[in-house]
T-cell receptor, first 114, second 118 residues
């Protein structure tokens, strides 16, 4: 099976712009979770989508949003970018939402905000 | 809220030797899951091993094993016969058990950088 894929791998944006990141889970996985990784804050949970519904949400401002499509692919959107949004954004999928069996991560999207 | 603490920021080990990475966590829950993830320089997070809190038996996966002490809220990872490819950042993570099919949020520690010396 192909692993989790994320596009694009690298992005450079300027403050105030918006950005959309994409994640395709492992075939058959219906849950997609998003994490932000920064040197200062470490890995933080953004939100999780399961069957096109946001099921769990972390403590991030409303500028961070997401959605999931019927084929389980997920997108994450960040509006009005700030310098502090520069980070590695990781998505992870799990089989039938059973994260306890392990979440499988993509290679990440490196976002740089100038 | 749950917290995960990895107090050692860096460790180094000679190839073929054994190393133990420490992790403690804080939770008021009795049913949860614990994980160790590895992040090599490529930045791809890889699941190393998982432990169910209700199981007393420590999990093992080839050269990787854990020492799970539920009362002490401790979850250490032992890597035997260390290999150069084990060089990576290792994260301890906690997941609340919300029921089958409902578990998703991982709470991570800050990570520990492990270097394996040839």
């Amino acid at each position: 099976k192909a692993g989790v894929t994320q596009t694009p791998r690298y992005l450079i944006k300027t403050r105030g712009q918006q950005v959309t990141l994409s994640c395709s889970p492992i075939s058959g996985h219906r849950s997609v979770s998003w994490y932000q990784q920064t040197p200062g804050q470490g890995l933080q949970f953004l939100f999780e989508y399961f069957s096109e519904t946001q099921r769990n949400k972390g403590n991030f401002p409303g500028r961070f949003s997401g959605r999931q499509f019927s084929n389980s692919r997920s997108e994450m959107n960040v509006s009005t970018l700030e310098l502090g949004d520069s980070a590695l954004y990781l998505c992870a999928s799990s089989f039938q939402g059973r994260g306890e069996l392990g979440q499988f991560f993509g290679p990440g999207t490196r976002l740089t905000v100038l | 809220a749950q917290t995960v603490t990895q107090s050692q920021p860096e460790m180094s080990v000679q190839e073929a030797e054994t190393v133990t990475l420490s992790c403690t966590y804080d939770t008021s829950e009795s049913n949860y899951y614990l994980f160790w993830y590895k992040q090599p320089p490529s930045r791809q997070m890889i699941l190393v091993i998982r432990q169910e809190a209700y199981k007393q038996q420590n999990a093992t996966e080839n050269r990787f094993s854990v020492n799970f002490q539920k009362a002490a809220k401790s979850f250490s990872l032992k890597i035997s016969d260390s290999q150069l490819g084990d060089t990576a950042m290792y994260f301890c993570a906690f997941m609340t058990n919300l029921g089958a099919g409902a578990n998703s949020k991982l709470t991570f520690g800050k990570g520990i950088t492990l270097s394996v010396r040839p």
